[in-house]
């Protein structure tokens, strides 16, 4: 999904989410890719002759007032989008008695495959929340000898799953023990904790359909000793694409895993972001000409055809960033957006959270 598609319906579907109707009078409708559409306008019609009979004056009101705003959207759009529709109809003022009608209606960004009518007090919005859910993700792991940490990288988020911890006692033997014996110890108290962790992985890991691979990290040699004696099932091991020296556990730890592992995650999209605001900065540092900044200089660089890669917030005002867009749709830069949920994220936000790479020079 390209990121601007996957902005809009992020703010959509969030903008739904915040309204909630007095009784069960908010409509949704959804059309499967390849239905007849005029099918949809009868069932809807057939729904308003049903309606009549609800008992409550404002309810029914507002039922029969929401698929008639559907049916009549239905019909200006004449036959269903290649990706099917969605709509989404209702009274949504937040005042009692108040009145608000209003009618929402998409073609989603990937093809529809479910067919819904539903009246009730929230709009259905689970079917485009599936949408953005990311389609890749890649199981993490730091291991020490004393601890270990399991995440997973989907998309930008990085989730610490769990943290382990070995209890195999320090370098600095028990009194009376020999080195050796001290030694065999430690190594099968090592040995029980990576079988652990690799048990762990599988539970966390093993069924998720959407595991692209698996990054591993940690101190050397014990994250090859693991991959060696931990007993990782074969499906998993044969997903770890990446083994990198990291010095630490827990959140920081897998950060670091994510950075050193850049060249495997160049689709992700935490690296996507992070490409895109290392080019700007750069080109800031060294070319500020070459760059523009603030709402209306990108506009204006926007109008002129110069800028090759648009770049805005999600923190941004919702109005200003469709206005951003629609100029860059316009002529045909690149649109990334990105969050502030990085130290780079934050830095861009400080110069206004909107900046464009041009294609060229602007003299003033």
Same mark, same amino acid.
């Given at each position: 999904? =390209? ?13 739904? =989410?915040? &309204? ?10 959804? $059309? ?14 057939? *729904?308003? %002759? ?13 039922? !029969? ?11 200006? !759009? ?28 998409? =073609? ?5 495959? $479910?067919?819904? &009518?539903?009246?009730? +007090?929230?709009? /259905? ?32 988020? !990085? ?23 001290? *030694? ?12 652990? #962790?690799? %048990?762990?992985?599988?539970?966390? @890991? ?24 931990? +007993? ?8 770890? $694409?990446? $083994? ?35 080019? @700007?900065? *750069? ?9 523009? &900044?603030? @709402? ?10 110069? #800028? ?29 957006? /990105? ?8 830095? @861009? ?7 464009? !790479? ?7």
């Amino acid at each position: 999904m =390209e990121e601007a598609k996957k902005y809009e319906l992020e703010e959509l579907i969030e903008k739904l =989410e915040g &309204y909630r109707g007095r009784h069960t009078e908010l409509i949704t409708v959804f $059309v499967p890719a390849g239905a007849i559409l005029t099918h949809t306008t009868k069932q809807l019609e057939n *729904e308003k %002759g049903t309606a009549t009979n609800i008992k409550s004056t404002s309810t029914r009101k507002n039922v !029969i007032n929401a698929l008639e705003r559907a049916i009549r959207k239905l019909k200006e !759009i004449g036959k269903t989008p290649e990706n099917g529709l969605a709509i989404f109809s209702g009274n949504v003022s937040d005042t009692p008695g108040g009145e608000d009608l209003q009618v929402w209606a998409i =073609e989603p960004p990937k093809k529809l495959k $479910v067919k819904i &009518y539903r009246c009730d +007090q929230t709009f /259905v919005l689970d079917p485009l929340k599936e949408m953005l859910e990311t389609e890749e993700v890649y199981g993490l792991l730091i291991i020490e000898r004393n601890e270990a940490t399991i995440g997973l990288l989907d998309g930008k988020h !990085i989730k610490v799953l769990q943290h382990l911890t070995s209890g195999i006692p320090g370098k600095t033997r028990a009194g009376g023990q020999s080195s050796q014996r001290f *030694e065999r110890i430690r190594d099968s108290m090592a040995k029980e904790f990576f079988k652990r #962790v690799a %048990g762990h992985m599988k539970t966390l @890991f093993f069924d998720n359909k959407k595991l692209k691979g698996i990054l591993v990290g940690g101190p050397i040699p014990t994250k090859e000793e693991f991959l060696e004696q931990g +007993q990782l099932v074969t499906a998993l091991k044969n997903k770890v $694409v990446a $083994v990198k020296d990291i010095g630490g556990t827990e959140m920081h730890g897998l950060q670091e895993l994510v950075e050193n592992c850049q060249d495997v995650l160049a689709e992700q999209e935490i690296t996507k972001q992070k490409k895109i605001l290392d080019e @700007f900065f *750069e080109k800031l540092g060294k070319e500020p000409d070459k760059v523009s &900044y603030g @709402f209306d200089e990108v506009k204006n660089r926007l109008e002129r055809g110069a #800028v090759e890669k648009l770049i805005l917030s999600k923190s941004l005002d919702k109005k200003r960033a469709k206005e951003l867009e629609d100029l860059a749709e316009g002529t045909s830069a690149e649109i990334h957006v /990105v969050s502030n949920e990085t130290a780079q994220g934050v830095q @861009f936000d400080n110069l206004g959270g909107m900046g464009g !790479i041009l294609r060229f020079e602007i003299f003033e």
